[in-house]
């Protein structure tokens, strides 16, 4: 892991006017069955993984699957979900190397909508090779996120992270109100 790496991030918000859509539309199949996946060569073997996320599912699970040696048998699923925590909804999932050590990490953000043990939480899960993920909060502000997405939003050289919300909650963090939120990292 990059020694330099601090996992601390900065974080900014602003109350911006957000067009949430009719969630009734969609219909209640669609948000409870809907899953993010990625498609990455998560433990640098040359080939490649999924990592998964539920979505809007209480009790929501981070998992990433490997194929067996003929991809077309059963897959070994690998959950990743921190055992001490029933985390909230998470619509957000990015595969990325935020701590420049080369190995692709995990970014995920509970939703507000649907809450686990706590407030939403901002998530990574920093890959430290053969399969091995080390989870931590990078936001802990009782601020959620939907479809979060990295950058380097800065230019100085290291993925930050953002996201917007699906709709507010009225104990959330920013008085209730509609958010988008970044947060700097601190890498460098
Ligand atoms: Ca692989
Ligand atoms: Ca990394
Ligand atoms: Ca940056
Ligand atoms: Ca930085």
Same mark, same amino acid.
């Given at each position: 892991?990059?020694?330099?790496?601090?996992?601390?991030?900065?974080h900014?918000?602003?109350?911006?006017?957000?067009?949430?859509?009719?969630?009734?539309c969609?219909?209640?199949?669609?948000?409870?069955?809907?899953?993010?996946?990625?498609?990455?060569?998560? &433990?640098?073997?040359?080939?490649?993984?999924? @990592? %998964?996320? /539920?979505s809007? !599912?209480? *009790?929501?699970?981070?998992?990433?699957?490997?194929?067996?040696?003929?991809?077309?048998?059963?897959?070994?699923i690998?959950?990743?979900?921190?055992?001490?925590? &029933?985390?909230?909804?998470?619509?957000s999932l @990015? %595969?990325? /190397?935020?701590? !420049?050590? *080369?190995?692709?990490?995990?970014?995920t953000?509970?939703?507000?909508?649907?809450?686990?043990?706590?407030?939403?939480r901002?998530?990574?899960?920093?890959n430290?090779?053969?399969?091995?993920?080390?989870?931590? @909060?990078?936001? /802990?502000?009782n601020?959620? *996120?939907?479809?979060?997405?990295?950058?380097?939003?800065?230019?100085?050289?290291?993925?930050?992270?953002?996201?917007?919300?699906?709709?507010?909650?009225?104990?959330?963090?920013?008085g209730?109100?509609?958010?988008?939120?970044y947060?700097?990292?601190?890498?460098?």
């Amino acid at each position: 892991m990059n020694k330099n790496l601090k996992t601390e991030y900065r974080h900014a918000i602003k109350t911006i006017a957000l067009f949430l859509f009719c969630t009734s539309c969609l219909g209640e199949d669609f948000q409870n069955n809907a899953t993010q996946t990625h498609v990455v060569d998560l &433990d640098r073997d040359g080939h490649m993984e999924i @990592v %998964v996320v /539920d979505s809007e !599912n209480p *009790g929501a699970r981070v998992a990433w699957m490997k194929a067996p040696a003929d991809p077309r048998q059963l897959w070994t699923i690998y959950d990743i979900t921190p055992r001490t925590v &029933d985390l909230g909804a998470l619509h957000s999932l @990015v %595969v990325a /190397d935020i701590n !420049n050590d *080369g190995n692709p990490d995990i970014i995920t953000v509970e939703m507000e909508w649907m809450k686990g043990d706590k407030p939403p939480r901002w998530w990574a899960f920093l890959n430290t090779g053969n399969g091995q993920f080390e989870s931590k @909060v990078i936001l /802990d502000a009782n601020l959620g *996120g939907h479809e979060a997405e990295v950058g380097d939003v800065d230019g100085d050289g290291d993925l930050d992270v953002c996201a917007k919300l699906w709709r507010p909650q009225k104990d959330n963090g920013n008085g209730g109100s509609n958010h988008f939120s970044y947060l700097e990292n601190l890498s460098k």
